[in-house]
């Protein structure tokens, strides 16, 4: 028998990279953008279809303006050039992709993604490629080509984990980004993407919520934070002459659990007494112009900097968000900057000046609490924690496009007394996507994200398993949106956090009342032994009993 | 490496034939559990089924040891055939050891009724797995607007 395993041979067929040909199936493709959206955006080609229509009814000379639009980036972008170029397909960037990992699909190793393009790239911009063709690895662009592009394109969540180990330092992230660009010139996006931007750039927020709701639902928090404390919590909006302008992701005041972490900024910003506002017209500071090209994430962007200067602050504090980050600290600057009209940020409560954010003027709400945490200005009961054993999930962009590693980890290791980091090789710079970003985080691509947030969620259930994990805590709104799916499929029982509701909870304010429950409403006090009893049952799989459904 | 621990791994390979070559060759061979975490799991399901398919073929044991598997392959586009199938292939590696073997090896024959009642438990975890999808992907609509519901509730009508 030995022997046999030796003698193992593939039975699987392997087909030839270059066969374009794809499959669209429900569940692991996002659907075409409306009409409408692209019409509102001003984009080109609005017209009704879906990918796994058989004509995507594209414009009648698509070919050169796909081509055209290569040429022109190829120009404007060394990076774009370069990428196209100096790969040398040593492989190691080739397991590192979650979606590979989760679906074992060769084109998601991020050199094969990459080489979709640039085996277009040979054929039509460099000379081996015009007279070898395909000896050269040249391909023509054909309409199966598009639609492998959209395909892969919109199976990459632009994590970046691929970049962190690629010798050259390829960005594979900005090949999808420009895949994505030139998929936008002929019209073949998708609505998850193009709706929020749409919708942003009527209203200011992803979500289409006009001001008058984005005040309602601020006062509702306010309200309820000052239930859950007994201290008359204001929310100002669009207060001229603040200090700070304080932007955050619009699903922190529209969807849980993203809301509580809303009430720990609130209760933050009241103990410390700063002079902030908040604004309706810069009322998200997500941007879904990132995952469709550079044009639409500089209009979605620019509200920030008129917002700041309109209100006349000094300086910019953004909240708990993944890609918004990437746009203000390595976009925000160059597109609409200079911001010369607003100060080097410095914390009015320590004196602290954020040197890293001399250039945007933005500061992250992590680096801001953890430096409050650091000078011993905010007085923190870790115990009102004690029910969540806690675990921290790097988000990508914060992660890898700013470098915000130790922030958020001394944060939670002064709020929470528990708290075990999942495996090192799956967090930090190394941290594994939760397989819904990049506007693939739509309920039709279910399938598709909880392959690729498999990886993820593998190095949770092994904290859960060893140390009875039952919290992940984030600091990024899709994050906070899709995890608590991605762990109600793989690892039932673990619930999803923003650092700041855990930090609301440990918060001793000054003047409050006895705190008798959590920002969840879940009670602190006797019914917390309970409490426990539930969850360490739910750990150890044993069926509820009527009573403790009750409970629930 | 003893006869029964062959049969696990022919069984590992075999079933990880079932993608495309490059993964099939990252799903056996490397063994950091979250550099490969399909892998890991894989050998994982498949060594506690074995077990049990020589052993007691304890209910809830067998379905802790599918859950994993079968809900992998679910959402990795998996048709319910296709994600039983890895069951069928432990019927020809068991033919190869021959009845006697198959005994002397794991203690108590493997025959085609154990196999069987494994692949409709498989079938019926498939199905579980359907019904979850539909299920989770209500529940993050749910999440999405809960705020809006709340403060509605709260709203004089």
Redesign the interface.
């Known amino acids: 028998?030995?022997q046999?395993?030796l003698s193992?041979e593939?039975?699987?067929p392997?087909g030839d990279w270059r066969d374009a040909k794809v499959e669209f199936?429900k569940?692991?493709m996002c659907y075409a953008a409306a009409p409408k959206n692209l019409t509102y955006l001003g984009l080109p080609n609005p017209r009704p279809w879906q990918p796994f229509d058989a004509d995507w009814k594209l414009p009648p000379n698509w070919k050169q303006t796909i081509l055209d639009g290569m040429k022109e980036r190829l120009q404007k972008y060394r990076s774009f050039r370069l990428f196209m170029e100096i790969c040398v397909r040593c492989g190691a960037c080739?397991?590192k992709c979650h979606f590979?990992?989760?679906?074992?699909?060769?084109k998601n190793?991020p050199v094969l993604r990459a080489e979709l393009m640039r085996s277009v790239y040979r054929r039509y911009f460099t000379l081996t490629g015009r007279v070898l063709g395909s000896l050269a690895g040249a391909r023509e662009l054909t309409e199966d080509v598009i639609k492998e592009w959209f395909y892969y394109f919109y199976q990459c969540t632009e994590c970046r984990r691929c970049s962190v180990f690629c010798p050259y330092g390829i960005d594979t992230a900005e090949i999808t980004m420009m895949g994505r660009e030139l998929l936008d010139l002929i019209g073949c996006n998708i609505n998850w993407v193009m709706e929020p931007a749409a919708n942003c750039f009527r209203t200011g927020n992803h979500l289409g919520v006009q001001p008058h709701a984005f005040q309602?639902?601020l006062q509702?928090a306010g309200d309820e934070a000052s239930e859950i404390t007994g201290l008359p919590i204001d929310v100002p909006i669009n207060r001229k002459g603040a200090e700070v302008l304080f932007v955050m992701p619009s699903?922190d005041?529209?969807?849980?659990?993203h809301?509580y972490t809303l009430l720990g900024y609130l209760m933050l910003f009241h103990e410390i007494g700063l002079d902030y506002t908040l604004s309706t017209f810069a009322s998200e500071g997500g941007n879904f112009g990132l995952f469709s090209s550079h044009e639409l994430t500089k209009r979605l962007n620019a509200k920030i900097y008129e917002e700041a200067k309109r209100l006349r602050v000094k300086w910019i504090l953004g909240g708990e968000c993944g890609h918004m980050w990437r746009v203000f600290h390595q976009y925000m600057g160059t597109m609409n900057g200079p911001a010369d009209f607003l100060e080097p940020p410095v914390s009015p409560i320590t004196g602290t000046r954020f040197e890293n954010a001399r250039s945007t003027r933005a500061v992250h709400i992590c680096e801001f609490t953890a430096d409050l945490i650091y000078h011993g200005k905010l007085r923190l009961n870790p115990s009102r924690n004690d029910h969540w054993n806690v675990t921290y999930h790097d988000s990508c962009n914060p992660s890898r496009a700013m470098g915000l590693l130790e922030e958020p980890r001394h944060i939670l290791k002064s709020v929470c007394r528990k708290f075990y980091e999942m495996?090192e090789?799956?967090i930090r710079e190394q941290t594994f996507c939760c397989g819904s970003g990049a506007g693939l985080g739509t309920?039709e691509n279910?399938?598709?994200r909880?392959?690729g947030g498999?990886?993820r969620a593998?190095?949770v259930k092994?904290v859960r398993e060893k140390h009875g994990v039952n919290l992940l805590a984030c600091i990024c709104a899709i994050d906070k949106?899709?995890l608590?799916?991605l762990m109600?499929?793989?690892v039932p029982g673990v619930e999803v956090a923003g650092v700041h509701e855990l930090l609301g909870n440990a918060l001793v304010m000054t003047g409050e009342k006895e705190r008798i429950t959590d920002l969840r409403g879940e009670d602190l006090r006797g019914d917390d032994l309970r409490g426990e009893d539930l969850r360490d049952k739910n750990l150890r799989g044993e069926p509820l009993t009527n009573e403790d459904a009750a409970h629930e | 490496?003893n006869?029964a621990e062959?049969?696990l791994?022919?069984w590992i390979?075999?079933t990880a034939?079932?993608?495309?070559?490059?993964?099939?060759a990252?799903?056996s061979q490397?063994k950091?559990?979250?550099?490969?975490?399909?892998g890991?799991?894989l050998r994982q399901s498949l060594s506690r089924l074995l077990r049990e398919l020589s052993g007691e073929m304890d209910a809830t044991a067998i379905d802790s040891a599918l859950d994993p598997i079968i809900?992998?392959q679910?959402?990795?586009?998996f048709s319910p055939d296709n994600a039983v199938r890895f069951i069928s292939l432990l019927k020809p590696l068991l033919r190869?050891?021959g009845p006697e073997q198959n005994s002397a090896v794991l203690g108590v024959r493997i025959d085609d009724a154990r196999i069987g009642q494994l692949a409709r438990m498989a079938v019926d975890k498939y199905a579980q797995c359907r019904e979850?999808?539909a299920r989770?992907?209500a529940?993050?609509?749910r999440?999405?607007?809960?705020?809006?519901q709340?403060?509605c509730a709260?709203r004089p009508a």
């Open positions: 028998m030995p046999q395993l193992i593939p039975h699987n392997e199936r569940g692991t080739a397991d590979y990992i989760g679906s074992g699909d060769p190793m309602d639902s509702f699903a005041y529209f969807g849980t659990p809301y495996p090789n799956t309920d279910l399938e598709m909880l392959r498999f990886p593998n190095a092994y949106a899709t608590p799916t109600e499929y793989w | 490496m006869a062959t049969i791994e022919l390979a075999r034939e079932s993608y495309p070559r490059h993964a099939a990252l799903l490397e950091d559990p979250f550099r490969n975490p399909v890991a799991l809900r992998l679910v959402v990795q586009g190869e050891l979850q999808l989770i992907r529940n993050e609509v999440r999405a607007n809960q705020v809006q709340r403060i709260r």
